[in-house]
């Protein structure tokens, strides 16, 4: 029995990944997914960023309030990183972001919504620094990580999958931060990636195969500042004294996820549409009108 659900999964996972790939490729063909960026020295100009992403709950955000963000701003401050003391964020784990100058693309995101997962029950935990690509320089962030285990974890990872293969067909080219430099620097798994379906670090099925690249995680710090030795230093030893303030993580439940607007580095400047993963029920932020995900 466990071999035929996993076979049916598997199935379903390249159908949709299949679907998605040939949407892709007509898109291409009506010339409306430009990936020229790719061969610039310069990231592409930013239009607008949409994405699916899980909001965190309040207690969530209680508690790193109450713990790390204090120490956090103090040393950003410390650091003359003044822009990333005061960016505006919602925080959030992403599932993937899309890039796309057309308004409409919320609404159409909404509409190809594949099956949602269930309630997601995870850990966050370990704080680190990352890069966009090793060596690039810029952008790079400040994050927390989710504990990689348990049935949660793995319903998060199967929802990316097919996320990915239902919304970035969607796109209008490559995520302005993956271009230019950062795109140069990328490995040959992540440029793959970045051409086919807009972005790096997210899961595909390629070959009948899963390929999960995905690292959910919250970010706390965005920066396109240079990230020299002696900056990474400080926010290493900043991560490494939060490790030791919230050594357990922090429980978190997942019971919406959300269609948002997001600005370059990936922060989420506001909501569109939240939607329920008890009921399926979806409500329009600007308006508080609720509906039923079809």
Not at 143 to 152: A, I, R, W
Not at 216 to 228: D, E, G, I, K
Not at 268 to 290: C, F, H, N, P, Q
Request: proline share 5%; net charge neutral; hydrophobic share 45%.
């Amino acid at each position: 029995m466990r071999h035929t659900l996993l076979t049916s999964i598997t199935s379903a996972l390249i159908a949709v990944a299949v679907s998605a790939g040939a949407a892709a490729a007509a898109a291409a063909a009506d010339g409306t997914i430009d990936n020229s960026a790719l061969s610039k020295s310069e990231f592409r100009d930013h239009a607008r960023t949409f994405g699916l992403v899980y909001t965190l709950p309040q207690n969530v955000n209680d508690v790193l309030d109450s713990t790390i963000r204090g120490p956090l701003k103090e040393k950003l401050l410390n650091a003359k990183l003044d822009t990333e003391a005061q960016m505006f964020n919602i925080p959030h784990v992403t599932v993937v972001h899309v890039h796309s100058a057309d308004p409409a693309t919320p609404e159409k995101m909404l509409a190809a919504m594949p099956k949602l997962p269930p309630v997601l029950t995870v850990k966050l935990k370990t704080f680190y620094t990352t890069e966009a690509a090793k060596g690039a320089g810029r952008p790079w962030w400040f994050d927390l990580g989710v504990v990689k285990e348990g049935k949660s974890f793995d319903d998060m990872m199967a929802f990316n999958t097919t996320a990915t293969a239902a919304l970035t067909p969607l796109r209008d080219g490559p995520l302005p931060r993956c271009t230019g430099p950062v795109y140069g620097a990328m490995g040959d798994a992540a440029k793959d990636l970045v051409r086919t379906v807009g972005v790096s670090g997210v899961n595909v099925v390629k070959d009948g195969k899963e390929l999960r690249s995905h690292n959910p995680h919250t970010t706390l710090v965005y920066s396109m500042a240079r990230f020299t030795p002696e900056l990474q230093a400080q926010m290493n030893q900043a991560a490494k004294e939060f490790n030791q303030i919230l050594p357990d993580g922090i429980d978190a439940t997942f019971k919406t996820v959300s269609i948002v607007e997001l600005g370059f580095a990936g922060n989420v400047l506001r909501e569109v549409y939240r939607i329920s993963l008890e009921d399926g029920a979806v409500t329009t932020i600007a308006t508080g009108k609720t509906a039923s995900l079809k």
